[in-house]
């Protein structure tokens, strides 16, 4: 088997990916339609697209060096990405509810384990602000391995969780190759057994996202209010050495509210006047914006309390009741692959 067996140890659920942060697409400028319209980011690299493809029955079929830079894919299939093998018209599709897929013997899946194995060429063109380069992918079933140029980058796993290498080191100017190794079952696939098909492939979109050397990493927002003022508190952490970033909200409308420059703390806190409150009925939200001197990130945030008393949740203010339903993106023609207009759809 050309790849360890990380698949079936309970002590590797991922392998040189970036720490956990929450969810952003950074800019090079301030865009406040950047949420829903994140393709419009110059700092977004989107690898989405037509991608050479071979599916093996088991692991072991797999014998071929198929991730070094000149291997000959010529014979490969063409698939999209993303995309599901199944939905492809590879392996099959299974359906399970209480059982699981295969024999119950934990962290062990079947040897006879399928694979896929996906190479794709693009072109890169290093940044000078931003001259940093990681590559994210947002979801992929069950687990995968990855290879850029040659050289291994990493391995990781939770299929619905986006996972992010930093491949600097790995690029160079012009044509550059990457390849992945997808398997269909891992030992996290005993903690994904739930009420659905079992589908596998690079399923979610693939990027890279080009980042100053020191940047805004991650950040974590609570609000609180009373009837005429609303606090925004927040807490920033950086990666490498800390930098000037200065948080900004705006209304609707493009009007800031209130703005401050972080130079030593980690933490900052916003007033908002005479707060518009989220709520299901009008789900208000307020854009966030941390500048950096190379780099824009923003975001949306809602005003509003939840918290629990003794056994009932109270939400701004009032006791709530949620109805709530075991939901999976499902399509039946494009299997886990959903889009925002599918999203809306549904």
């Not at 492939?201 to 991650?218: A, H, Q, S, T």
Request: charged share 25%; aromatic share 14%; glycine share 4%.
């Amino acid at each position: 088997m050309i790849i360890p067996k990380h698949y079936e140890n309970m002590d590797i659920l991922h392998e040189n990916t970036m720490p956990n942060r929450c969810y952003y697409i950074p800019a090079s400028k301030v865009m406040h339609t950047l949420v829903e319209n994140r393709e419009q980011s110059d700092r977004m690299m989107l690898l989405n697209g037509q991608w050479k493809f071979k599916y093996y029955d088991s692991i072991f079929d797999l014998q071929e060096q198929f991730y070094e830079k000149d291997y000959d894919v010529n014979e490969y299939d063409t698939v999209s990405v993303p995309g599901t093998w199944q939905m492809a018209g590879y392996d099959a599709h299974q359906y399970t509810n209480i059982h699981y897929p295969f024999p119950f013997d934990p962290p062990y899946v079947p040897q006879d384990n399928p694979c896929g194995t996906y190479v794709h060429e693009f072109e890169y063109r290093r940044c000078e602000e931003a001259p940093k380069a990681y590559l994210t992918f947002e979801g992929v079933d069950s687990c995968f391995y990855v290879w850029v140029n040659g050289d291994y980058v990493g391995y990781s796993q939770v299929s619905h969780a986006t996972s992010e290498f930093d491949i600097t080191d790995k690029l160079v100017d012009g044509k550059n190759r990457l390849a992945v190794l997808v398997l269909k079952w891992c030992d996290g696939s005993y903690l994904e057994d739930q009420d659905k098909f079992r589908m596998s492939g690079i399923f979610r979109d693939v990027y890279i996202l080009k980042r100053p050397e020191n940047v805004l990493y991650d950040y974590f927002i609570k609000t609180a209010y009373d009837e005429n003022k609303a606090t925004v508190s927040m807490e920033l952490q950086w990666l490498g050495k800390q930098i000037p970033t200065t948080v900004s909200i705006y209304e609707k409308n493009g009007i800031c509210v209130d703005s401050q420059k972080v130079t030593k703390e980690n933490k900052v806190e916003l007033d908002i006047v005479n707060p518009l409150i989220w709520c299901p009925e009008d789900p208000y939200l307020y854009t966030v914006v941390f500048e950096t001197e190379d780099e824009v990130i923003t975001d949306r945030v809602g005003v509003r309390e939840i918290h629990v008393d003794h056994t009932q949740v109270i939400f701004n203010g009032q006791p709530i009741v949620f109805k709530g339903v075991n939901r999976h993106d499902s399509d039946p023609e494009t299997g886990f692959v959903i889009i925002i207009d599918q999203m809306k759809k549904d």
